[in-house]
């Protein structure tokens, strides 16, 4: 008798906690259709650090960095630094695609991600003091 009822709590416990279909093939998409932007966002931040730290890395070890600090050169640091990250940012891009729909990686990407690059990038190379304004404006 206590066997049975054991078994009996036992399968309302399995039947309160577990769902066919979470486990079903399509639950992905429908889990993310339940996320806010904001947890997007808070999802996709760690491959967005690992992308541009892979471009800081990248670009402290080139030479050319001690050579100059123009503007000009730092860009030309950070599309240098593309080939060797592309991993990293593949991985970022793609997992927008899943997050956000299929093509907004390569917008993120093409748009905000390399608008906001370069300012982040000197301020992660030449520190948190960096002021991308000439002294005097």
Not at 83 to 105: K, N, T, V
Request: glycine share 6%; proline share 9%; aromatic share 6%.
């Amino acid at each position: 008798m206590i066997a049975a009822a054991a078994l009996l709590s036992l399968s309302l416990a399995v039947n309160t906690t577990y769902e066919p279909e979470d486990l079903a093939p399509n639950s992905y998409p429908r889990a993310l259709s339940q996320m806010s932007p904001q947890q997007k966002f808070a999802t996709l931040r760690p491959l967005v650090r690992s992308a541009t730290d892979c471009v800081v890395r990248t670009i402290e070890a080139d030479p050319r960095l001690r050579r100059s600090s123009a503007p000009a050169d730092m860009n030309e640091l950070i599309v240098a630094s593309m080939a060797p990250c592309a991993d990293a940012m593949r991985s970022m891009i793609e997992a927008h695609d899943r997050l956000f729909g299929e093509g907004s990686g390569e917008a993120f990407f093409m748009g905000p991600y390399l608008e906001g690059l370069p300012l982040t990038v000197n301020k992660l190379v030449k520190g948190a003091s960096y002021d991308p304004k000439p002294a005097g404006q």
